[in-house]
């Protein structure tokens, strides 16, 4: 006799908690500053909600840098709602780091480790870099020999002479010896569309250049079209824009 068990088994997705804010999405703002009866959450509360708008304005004007706001009132009037609503006024890059007093005044940590974690949750840093990264199609690749230094019949790569094709224009590159061993890695040959990074030497090999492409149903070879714009680019790392918290 065969018996047989259901099994529900849950997704794994993340789910958000809930809290006693959560539910607040800004400052129920009209376009003039007032504030609404019944909006983004907060009910009542009016002048301080006109006050905190205020607050919102002068650090998009960037008038409030070096500066604190504090508030002040009975438990349950809307402090921490309030500061949220400002936190959500200003965008999701923001951070916004509630503290409980039981966290400060704790036994196993010290109050200032509490208080320095806390803050460099609240700075938020954009960090923006550059790269020089050369990219094209390779129409010369010639590795320059010269004695071994060592001694010995042998003889060493002194450096590589490459030259890139891009829509714009062609250029002529001389290339460290180390760079040669990441072109053989990435079996780099004339007709391949590559970049080379300036700063770190590291090459990466795009695909063969559509000028090559035969015309056949099945290939195992990929085609990417040649590069429109300069030899020498100027480009920021993946993703363009970061926010670093720290």
Request: a positive charge.
């Amino acid at each position: 006799m065969s018996s047989s068990v259901k099994i529900d088994v849950q997704k794994s997705s993340k789910t958000k908690r809930i809290a006693a804010h959560t539910h607040i999405k800004g400052l129920g703002l009209r376009e003039d500053g007032t504030a609404l009866p019944l909006a983004a959450g907060l009910v009542g509360q009016t002048q301080a909600r006109e006050a905190a708008g205020i607050v919102v304005d002068l650090i998009r004007c960037k008038k409030m840098a070096g500066r604190a706001l504090l508030m002040a009132g009975a438990p349950g009037t809307g402090k921490t709602a309030l500061a949220l609503g400002i936190a959500q006024e200003l965008g999701p890059k923001v951070p916004f780091c509630p503290m409980i007093g039981s966290e400060v005044y704790s036994h196993e940590v010290k109050k200032t480790e509490i208080l320095a974690e806390n803050f460099r949750r609240a700075i938020g840093l954009r960090i923006e870099e550059k790269k020089e990264v050369f990219e094209g199609e390779v129409t010369e690749l010639t590795p320059e020999e010269t004695e071994n230094p060592l001694g010995g019949y042998g003889k060493t790569i002194a450096h590589v002479i490459i030259g890139l094709k891009t829509v714009k224009g062609t250029k002529q590159l001389k290339l460290d010896p180390t760079i040669y061993e990441s072109l053989q890695k990435e079996r780099v040959a004339v007709g391949d569309v590559i970049y080379i990074e300036a700063n770190s030497g590291s090459v990466k090999r795009v695909g063969r250049s559509d000028a090559y492409a035969t015309e056949v149903d099945l290939e195992a070879e990929e085609y990417v079209p040649l590069p429109k714009g300069d030899c020498l680019l100027y480009t920021s790392p993946s993703p363009r824009d970061r926010q670093k918290s720290r």
